[in-house]
């Protein structure tokens, strides 16, 4: 059994990052730019949005953190982030979710403009993914096929279940999985709260990808020999024994699984790292206008 | 075994749209209006758009047909979508495909305002689909759901097997089959040209969707007792006892499969009446504004 040890890869990608940033600056080009728009206090998305922001600082980036006030109006944030879509000094953007209940999300997110949408989640970048279109990847999805990439993971042909269909993880998973890619070809099988014997399902699997976030769900028992496994869970348990008083555990079990297979992503340490990489590349490429020109005419000129 | 009979659900939505137009009509409403553009002459081509301007006179709708030559410019034709874009007067419009080697398609059909692209190819409707958003589903797909859902059959929890991942049948029926929808909730593996031992995988399914587009590629030994079976293949092969010199022949061995299965859509017969039916169904929505409203704003208005 191997890890995928998204530690590692993460820092390895990070350090690359770096080179480009400082290559754009020798070149006398601008340093890629991320905002983040943060919306009242919840203390789970502040660290998120932190290491997001963090993160920027360790390969170049410029960053910028937007909070507003939990009370702020659907309007007003809108307002916000047309000021973000129209700021030519601000390479990509993510609204950091949750989002208050008073606001609606999916007109949020389709408020971003999609050559700003490092996060993958417009339905145009969504599209173009599904299309096989060079766009920017949902982040942990992306983080997924990157770490397959980097270990020489072979893929094609290959039997793979993905176990939930989350818009941000297990669906479009199961899409880029089954694409006609290096990383891809896959024969997939998406799985969900409606699948009947999913023990069946994920015994066949040469891959399985456990995105349903519920922990330890993935039992010794449920897996083949040799399989890789790829865990995209990360739930808070209650653990008196660790000072924070709580400890992060995946959707797999760990202790059971790991034995039996090839490759398996630990948690932490595996996918979650993984994530704020796939941010930062999708930023790099909104910088250097890789998958859309600046200045776009939708009926026209794009790509 | 029972059939489903495509050419009886035609008719029976042609005739509910039909009402519905006479509806507007008579509330002084404007007509829906189809407009197809159809470059060069190719026989099979034209066919197809006959049939689809035939349909839009069946059912009441306005319908122009653009035609243009074989030699025009990409941006030529470009211009012309630009002026259906801007026409008031066209709710939707369709590029017939495929188009002389000389044109970029994809540049083409990214040309197309997504609210008026009613083929549903747009990666904006195609992402809206992905994420479960109401939109413009592409013809074949949403023609397979509304028979599967005319014919009440239930797909909950059900393993769909879909053999194909084309943009523009094989991948949009994966997805749609897997959503937390009435037709949908199924368990669900796309297989392809990389898939191993396909047999295994289908005859584990309860629904089979072939869009592979080979002859009677799905025999009898490949199907479950009682499984549902979708044939989406429509391929002319020569038949010199028919006048026409050809006859149409399916992805499904009809012969050899229909006496297993529980349904089967024949071919002719099936899914490819459907298909135009779901070009009118989605030009009626265009025409009432279901999905975007007239004058959008890609930033701030949508949805």
Redesign the interface.
């Known amino acids: 059994m191997e890890l995928l040890d998204g530690k590692k890869i993460a820092t390895e990608i990070k350090a690359e990052i770096a080179i480009e940033v400082k290559n754009l600056k020798a070149n006398g080009k601008k340093v890629p730019h991320l905002a983040a728009v943060l919306v009242g206090d919840d203390g789970a998305s502040q660290t998120y949005v932190n290491s997001k922001v963090k993160s920027c600082e360790e390969v170049g980036f410029k960053s910028t953190l937007v909070r507003l006030n939990k009370d702020i109006t659907e309007n007003e944030l ?1 307002t916000q ?2 000021l973000l ?1 129209n700021d030519d000094s601000v390479d990509g953007f993510i609204i950091q979710l949750p989002l208050p209940k008073h606001i609606n999300e ?2 949020i997110l ?2 971003v ?1 999609p050559e700003k949408d490092v996060d993958g989640f ?12 060079p766009t920017y990847l949902p982040a942990t999805p992306k983080g997924i096929l990157e770490l397959l990439k980097r270990y020489n993971i072979s893929t ?2 290959k039997h793979c279940v993905v176990i939930g ?1 989350s ?1 941000i993880v297990g ?2 998973m ?2 880029l999985m ?3 890619n290096k990383i891809g ?8 709260s ?3 014997n999913l023990k069946e ?1 994920t015994l066949r699997a040469d891959i399985i990808i456990a995105a349903l976030g519920i922990p330890e769900f993935l039992k010794g028992d449920m897996v083949k020999k040799g399989a890789t496994i790829i865990d995209v869970g990360i739930t808070r348990v209650q653990d008196h024994s660790k000072k924070s008083g709580f400890r992060i555990v995946g959707d797999v079990d760990f202790k059971a699984v790991s034995p039996k297979c090839s490759y398996i992503s630990p948690v932490p340490g595996g996918v979650g790292l993984m994530t704020v990489v796939s941010l930062l590349q999708n930023t790099l490429s909104a910088a250097k206008e890789e998958f859309y020109k600046k200045t776009i005419n ?3 000129d ?2």
Chains 1, 2 share one sequence.
Not at 122 to 133: E, Y
Request: proline residues 4%; glycine residues 4%.
């Open positions: 809108l982030i047309n879509n999916e007109k389709l408020a403009a417009h339905p145009m970048n969504v599209g173009r993914m599904a299309l096989n279109m094609e042909g269909r818009n669906l479009p199961s899409i089954a694409r006609k070809n896959c024969t997939v099988t998406l799985c969900h409606k699948t009947k399902e939708f009926n026209l794009e790509v």
